[in-house]
């Protein structure tokens, strides 16, 4: 999801469009990067609250809807954060 959002600047440009006025700082999802072994937690921890912002941008980019996870998958997502948060507390 966050390579097809970040593949085009328009598509860029409207995931912080949608943000704007309901968040100080917007933001879009990070991607991950094999050479940085926290990349996949740092991916992860910022997908979390950009969900709703996401889902609003497949409305307009139906094309990567197959992308969006389910309900299942997200709560999987919360299990791994909440197990690994204290990881880059004594890893950094």
């Known amino acids: 999801m966050s390579i097809a959002l970040g593949a085009l600047p328009q598509r ?10 309901q968040v100080k700082i917007p933001t879009t999802l990070l991607y991950d990067v094999k ?15 950009l969900q709703e912002f996401t ?12 992308l969006w996870l ?11 954060l909440e197990v690994h948060q204290a990881i ?3 890893t950094l």
């Open 88 to 90: 880059p507390f004594w």
């Open 12 to 21: 860029h440009q409207h995931c912080i469009e949608i943000q704007n006025n």
């Open 70 to 80: 389910t309900p299942e998958e997200w709560r999987q997502i919360q299990y791994i």
């Open 55 to 66: 889902k609003n941008w497949l409305q307009t980019y139906a094309e990567f809807t197959p």
């Open 35 to 49: 050479t940085r072994w926290n990349s996949i937690l740092n991916m992860l921890e910022r997908s979390v609250p």
